[in-house]
């Protein structure tokens, strides 16, 4: 949301007529000399250059002023004067030598030091207008006009922060104008700060005193957008829209369907078919694929990006956006075409790194290492294409070239938890399961959000014959107990300390374990993997009834497990039912044939990591 200067220049000082009448007030205090009386023949000159004002003749104020100060440099109320008739005369330089004067004999001068800030701010210089007016409100007291004047710099500064700290505690102006402005600049500081909502009751509260303001109306319709209130965003954008035409309410009605999920080709069709100058339309139409793209909208944003790059033909950005969106539809060989073009004007490691992944999608391993590569050397300080780079490596298992790579890249970047996740990756699948778990642990302890990292390194020694890495149980269960939502950690912390237990036959923590086990069944209510772990704890403790239970959940909610239907198989034959015991023999031979054998769960696991990674490496497109 934008607030116009324009609509405070009112607040920084008064009108014209006002700022006269009010002068000796508001100056008289700062002013050692004001303290006398004002003689006749100074008020008739201040009432004769307020009634020049009044009548729109600011030069004949200023010819009035000046010679008064010619004969009394020292009246302030005069000199104040005077720079506020150079102002509306549209001579601000001259004003502002005004003003600084009267700054040079009285430096706190509300009056002077708020005409300043209006110069700088309209001159666009907001640091010297900041620094105006934050001087202005100490020294008014925290005037309200100026508190929300000086919070107007700040919010277009970015210090949305300070800007809110500004306009704490401040009641709306009560004439209309600047209340609304009063409410778009909240609305603006509240959406800086990224309250949304805050941003939208504050958009709402201006479009209430205006309800057929259409750009209030827009603005309330965006502010509802980035709140995710679709249909609030529609019902304001849709009849302006369908009444004016206007492009932009267009925009925000079709985002809101998209946002809805429901029927926006209409829209689309009569967005499309506005007419633009050349340049509005460039705009327009970019703005048109961004909206269409961030909803995955890319073959509807192709004909956007196609019509921009023929408005824009040197632009190798549009090029790159169009190669990307035909990338995202499969659209390979336009693609590949798209971005040939956009790197004949220049080479860039994005663009690389896309040609990595459409000749990748085409078939052409060596050529997509070759750009993948390419990425690498153009940006070497950035971690993503060494990223790129490995995973690719990876794909097509060759995991000594991915190993040399990812290595490099963790000399340059030592506390990357993607570095090191990938490396211990690329162990595992090349069959070095311990060091996997060694360095996935400290992929886990670099990691801010470890989860990722510690459901591989679960997986991974869950797989393994041998007893549990230490290090890797304490990661695994101390996470689950600082995180006792997470029903997939608690799955394999539980399932691992049976592990443990079980090679050494130490029962004593078989409740704590089912406590686990359980807690990962309530969580994950779909996943056979808690129950089977449980059915084999409950038999290994010999709790018949309760194995029973649990390894009968589990195969019917995984029938293709054969080692359940195998120890379903023992726990009925140890009950005694020896029929139901060789029926699961028999399903346990049929689920043998079909089970995976240990390079295809690697495989699956690539899989899975291949998708992940990509997924959650920096600035990923």
């Known amino acids: 949301m934008r607030v116009e200067a324009k609509l405070w220049r009112g607040i920084l000082v008064t009108a014209a007529v006002l700022f006269l009448c009010f002068l000796s007030t508001i100056a008289g205090p700062q002013n050692p000399s004001s303290g006398r009386a004002r003689s006749p023949k100074a008020s008739s000159m201040l009432s004769e250059a307020e009634s020049a004002l009044a009548h729109g003749e600011p030069r004949k104020a200023i010819a009035i002023l000046s010679s008064h100060l010619e004969v009394h440099p020292k009246d302030v109320p005069a000199r104040l004067a005077l720079g506020q008739a150079y102002l509306i005369a549209g001579q601000s330089n001259q004003a502002a030598v005004e003003f600084q004067t009267v700054l040079e004999e009285a430096p706190g001068n509300v009056s002077a030091l708020a005409s300043v800030g209006e110069i700088y701010l309209d001159e666009g210089q907001l640091d010297k207008a900041e620094a105006m007016l934050s001087r202005a409100a100490r020294a008014s007291g925290g005037a309200p006009r100026i508190r929300i004047a000086w919070a107007l710099v700040l919010a277009r500064l970015h210090r949305y922060n300070e800007a809110q700290g ?59 957008l980035k709140s995710e209130n679709w249909r609030r965003a529609r019902s304001l954008a849709e009849p302006l829209f369908f009444r004016t035409r206007d492009a932009q309410a267009g925009l925000v009605l079709l985002e809101a369907q998209l946002g809805m999920h429901e029927d926006f080709h209409k829209t689309l069709e009569l967005l499309r078919a506005a007419t633009f100058e050349p340049a509005e339309e460039l705009a327009f139409r970019q703005g048109l694929a961004e909206v269409l793209i961030s909803h995955s909208e890319f073959s509807a944003a192709i004909e956007e990006l196609r019509r921009a790059v023929e408005l824009e033909p040197n632009r190798g950005d549009l090029a790159y956006n169009l190669a990307l969106a ?19 004007f220049g080479d860039t490691a994005d663009l690389e790194d896309l040609l990595g992944d459409i000749q990748e999608a085409r078939g052409d391993n060596l050529a997509a290492v070759r750009s993948y590569q390419a990425a690498v050397k153009l940006a070497p300080n950035e971690e993503r294409y060494r990223l790129s780079l490995a995973v690719e490596l990876v794909r097509h298992k060759s995991f000594d070239a991915a190993r040399v790579v990812l290595k490099q890249a963790e000399e340059r970047w030592p506390r990357s938890w993607r570095i090191e996740l990938a490396l211990g990756m690329v162990e595992y699948f090349a069959g070095s399961d311990q060091d996997a778990s060694r360095i996935l642990v400290h992929a886990a302890e670099l990691a801010p959000e470890p989860e990722t990292a510690l459901e591989y390194l679960g997986k991974i020694q869950l797989d393994q014959a041998s007893a549990p890495a230490t290090a890797a149980l304490a990661q695994l269960c101390g996470y689950c107990d600082r995180h006792p939502t997470d029903g997939k950690l608690e799955y394999y912390c539980g399932a691992l300390l049976f592990r443990r237990d079980y090679g050494s036959q130490d029962k004593t923590h078989a409740d704590e374990i089912l406590r686990r086990l359980h807690t990962a069944a309530t969580l994950l209510a779909k996943d056979a993997a808690p129950h089977c772990q449980i059915g084999r704890v409950n038999r290994w403790i010999e709790r018949w009834k309760e194995a029973r239970e649990e390894s009968e959940t589990c195969v019917r909610l995984d029938p293709n497990a054969a080692d359940s239907h195998y120890r379903l198989a023992q726990i009925y034959q ?48």
Not at 176 to 199: D, T
Not at 592 to 619: C, H, V, W
């Open 166 to 224: 500004a306009l704490a505690g401040l009641t709306p102006p009560s004439e209309p104008e600047e209340r609304v402005g009063f409410y778009r600049l909240k609305a603006s500081v509240a959406s800086g700060l990224g309250n949304s909502s805050a941003a939208a009751a504050e958009i709402k509260k201006a479009l209430a005193l205006k309800p057929e303001d259409a750009g209030l109306i827009k603005a309330a319709a965006v502010a509802e």
């Open 326 to 344: 035909q990338f995202k539809v499969g659209r390979l060989d336009d693609s590949l075409a798209s971005a040939e073009k956009c790197k004949a």
């Open 574 to 621: 140890h009950l005694g039912e020896a029929e139901r015991s060789q029926q699961e023999m028999t399903l346990y031979k049929a689920a043998s044939q079909r089970m995976a054998d240990e390079n295809a769960r690697r495989d699956e696991t690539m899989k899975t990591f291949l998708y992940t990674i990509q997924k959650g490496t920096p600035d990923q497109r």
